[in-house]
Nanobody
């Protein structure tokens, strides 16, 4: 059972931190969705703490986890209006974290939370 929190409204250039309560899966990630578009992989973190990000968020977003709290985080800085969307945490097995294909595997096979809305205004 995955539960996201921390969404809200912010002006461009601002920051938000999303949290996801979930059991310790071997592969965990964040996706986002804008109505009418396909769900986009934002980034993922594996059991060793290695991360991978979409080009659109590199250098601005950071994924981390705290195993003692069963929580994964998405720190979002320098937010842009294009970052607006529903953000979902997703989890799967170690094979779902494969470099270069995690966004396809997690989207197809992962377990999803209900999402939290992020709105960035210009």
């Amino acid at each position: 059972h995955l539960v996201e929190s921390g969404g809200g409204s912010v002006q461009a250039g601002g920051s938000l931190r999303l949290s996801c309560q979930l059991p310790n899966y071997e592969c965990m990630g964040w996706f986002r969705e804008v109505p009418g578009n396909e769900r986009e992989g934002v980034g993922r973190i594996d059991s060793d703490g290695n991360t991978e990000y979409a080009d659109s968020v590199k250098g601005r977003f950071t994924i981390s986890k705290d195993a003692s709290k069963n929580t994964m985080y998405l720190q979002m800085n320098s937010l842009e209006p294009a970052d607006t969307g529903m953000y979902y945490c997703v989890a799967g097995g170690s094979w779902d974290c494969e470099t270069g294909s995690w966004f396809k595997r997690l989207r197809a096979f992962g377990s999803w939370g209900q999402g939290t809305q992020v709105t960035v205004s210009s």
